[in-house]
């Protein structure tokens, strides 16, 4: 178990972690989420001594980290990590090495790991020669050569084709399923969605939402609502219950709407429109969550970059 | 799995710099270039600066005295070179032509007590000339005037006066070997020292650049990094430069450039020891110009971490500066 407490970080007059504190559970995939310059690859970075809090506490297993421990981390940055001029198994070799694997060993788990990831006919190949999904690849290769119990990725998924995405998630899905801990951060919500167990959102260096995803979606104040009409229905929109987000599309109506609201008054509502051919009442999507946690905060984020 | 120590981590990243860097090409080329470059400066020279002796043809119009050739002869030898001498019946160089004729043939033409050449004589050509000249005449003198030629032959028997330097006296006989050691052994360490230590530079910022050092730092620690990186580029680059400094000199023994090796061990050693010392002190500063990443303290998690405002004067305290 990962525990990060009241983290703090400034850098010059930009604050970077403001009081950052959550916790990763072994077995479970945590989605690290928040806009950027939210704060979520100094947090990462300060996982691994690379950045040093100016104040909190990061325990695994309850005690703080020293080179031991570090060991048994893996860390998958956002920029590639590699040598560029280095052979595949060579490189893998090197980084298993470093963290105290034995040289046999350390080979044979890199020729396993480029094998997994059907990288086995290049692991004679210099890593510039491969494809950037395959780069990609052997950055996770690397992060997860030495066994791991921690594994940290800094948006794994950037940059890689829908097949590339889809082994990417086994992969995640099995180490998690292994028991390992791991964390990564996105920006692909509905990915996260797919995958997580559990969601922690920063924003402005500090947690505003975590818990499990199923706990975040029921703890939300907003509905879903989404209504499909038959030809010639009346425009359509529920009304009062203070609703938002109104999209028509293909003759469907989705709406968010307050948790007060009564389904059935809006089903009632709906069918004096038209032809109601499909009703659904859920808790709003991991996407719709984030923006409602965010709020219009994002924007302004964004354009300062 | 073990947890490495720090002379482990030196070594593993001391090894693969030598493995990644020795295996590649551009290593190998430099090497190679390097090679041709002292060959070529070793080699080159002694193709003008030829040893074999210098033959000269004299050609004698008339009757000389006998002591004529002996004493050129003898001048020629002490200058390294032979003489020819052709000897041409009185009357038969007249005029220009008949001169010109006889030029065809020899260097330097002797008729009634002048040497005539085509062009500027030669230095050598010329004292020897002079000086077989001066010492017949001499000898020719000595007996007309009633002394036994054996006996103003062996008053002519001057050896010849010696030349010396205080250095050879006091016993440094190569000093002029050894100066060009040292001369040539600055040269090859200011080039060494900064070709190795730009590799070290370049390594450092390209681990930057391309973010691998995050990778490493989360399992290396800095300073094993550091330290490693500059023992691994400087065993290659000792290994480098002892490979060209061997097949240089014995090159240059082989062509007869140099022949005391001797003087040339302490000089060779003394460069071996300067280089390691003057690599270390700039490589290191090199790695520390280029790497602001990794002159952070490691351990980042305690509680008791400064809480100062300023992020960073206080904690980026410079590699270097600590030694």
């Given at each position: ?77 956002e920029q590639r990590g590699l040598y560029p ?34 990288l086995a006919e290049r692991a004679d190949d ?35 084709d829908p097949l590339g995405v889809a082994s ?138 | ?323």
């Amino acid at each position: 178990m990962l525990e990060l407490r009241d983290l703090r970080r400034r850098f010059g007059d930009l604050v970077a972690l403001d009081g950052l504190s959550f916790t990763a559970r072994p077995g479970r995939l945590l989605g690290f989420l928040g806009p950027n310059g939210a704060g979520k690859t100094t947090a990462m970075r300060s996982i691994f001594g690379i950045v040093r809090p100016d104040s909190g506490t990061i325990l695994w297993e309850g005690s703080e980290i020293g080179p031991a421990t570090l060991n048994h981390f893996g860390y998958m940055p956002e920029q590639r990590g590699l040598y560029p001029k280095m052979k595949c198994a060579d490189q893998l070799t090197y980084f298993a090495r470093t963290r105290g694997v034995d040289r046999d060993e350390a080979r044979a788990s890199a020729e396993r790991w480029l094998d997994r990831l059907g990288l086995a006919e290049r692991a004679d190949d210099v890593l510039e020669s491969l494809s950037h999904g395959n780069q990609q690849r052997v950055q996770l290769a690397a992060a997860l050569v030495h066994g791991p119990d921690l594994l940290v990725l800094d948006e794994p998924f950037s940059g890689l084709d829908p097949l590339g995405v889809a082994s990417m998630e086994e992969i995640l899905r099995e180490e998690a399923a292994g028991g390992r801990t791991i964390i990564f951060s996105s920006h692909q919500l509905d990915l996260v969605e797919a995958i997580c167990d559990d969601v922690v959102i920063v924003h402005q260096g500090r947690e505003i939402r975590s818990g499990t995803l199923e706990q975040l979606r029921a703890a939300s104040d907003r509905r879903r609502v989404e209504v499909s009409f038959g030809p010639g229905a009346a425009p359509w929109s529920p009304d009062g219950a203070a609703a938002d987000s109104i999209e028509v599309r293909n003759g469907a109506v989705t709406a968010l709407v307050g948790s007060d609201a009564d389904p059935d008054v809006l089903l009632a509502s709906a069918r004096s429109a038209g032809d109601v051919r499909a009703f659904s009442w859920t808790p709003p999507s991991l996407s719709e969550l984030f923006v409602e946690a965010v709020g219009g905060a994002v924007e302004r984020v964004e354009v300062m970059g | 799995m073990t947890t490495p120590s720090f002379l482990d981590q030196v070594r593993l990243v001391a090894g693969r710099e030598i493995r990644e860097r020795g295996g590649s090409r551009s290593f190998k080329a430099s090497t190679v270039i390097t090679l041709l470059i002292v060959l070529a400066l070793v080699i080159v020279p002694t193709w003008f600066d030829s040893d074999d002796p210098e033959e000269w043809t004299v050609a004698v119009v008339g009757s000389v005295p006998d002591t004529f050739a002996p004493a050129l002869d003898a001048a020629a030898a002490s200058q390294d070179a032979t003489v020819e001498i052709l000897e041409l019946p009185t009357g038969s160089v007249t005029d220009a032509d008949s001169l010109d004729e006889a030029l065809e043939d020899a260097d330097a033409v002797l008729v009634d007590g002048r040497v005539v050449t085509d062009d500027e004589v030669g230095a050598g050509l010329r004292s020897a000339l002079s000086a077989a000249w001066v010492q017949s005449q001499l000898l020719q003198g000595l007996t007309d005037s009633g002394l036994d030629p054996a006996e103003a032959a062996a008053a002519l028997e001057i050896p010849p006066v010696e030349f010396t330097t205080t250095d050879e006296a006091d016993g440094n006989e190569d000093s002029g070997t050894r100066e060009a050691a040292a001369f040539i052994g600055v040269i090859a360490l200011f080039v060494a020292i900064n070709t190795y230590g730009t590799w070290v530079l370049t390594g450092v910022l390209e681990e930057k650049s391309n973010r691998v050092v995050e990778v490493v730092i989360s399992a290396i620690a800095p300073r094993a990094l550091l330290a490693g990186k500059v023992l691994g580029i400087g065993l290659l680059g000792l290994l480098q430069l002892s490979v060209v400094a061997v097949v240089g000199l014995a090159t240059a023994i082989a062509v007869g450039v140099t022949e005391v090796p001797t003087a040339l061990v302490p000089a060779v050693a003394s460069m071996v020891v300067w280089f390691v010392l003057g690599f270390a002190f700039y490589a290191v500063g090199y790695a520390a110009a280029g790497s602001p990443r990794a002159r952070r303290a490691r351990w980042p998690c305690s509680c008791s971490a400064p809480t100062s405002s300023r992020c960073s004067s206080s904690d980026r305290t410079p590699t270097a500066s600590r030694r």
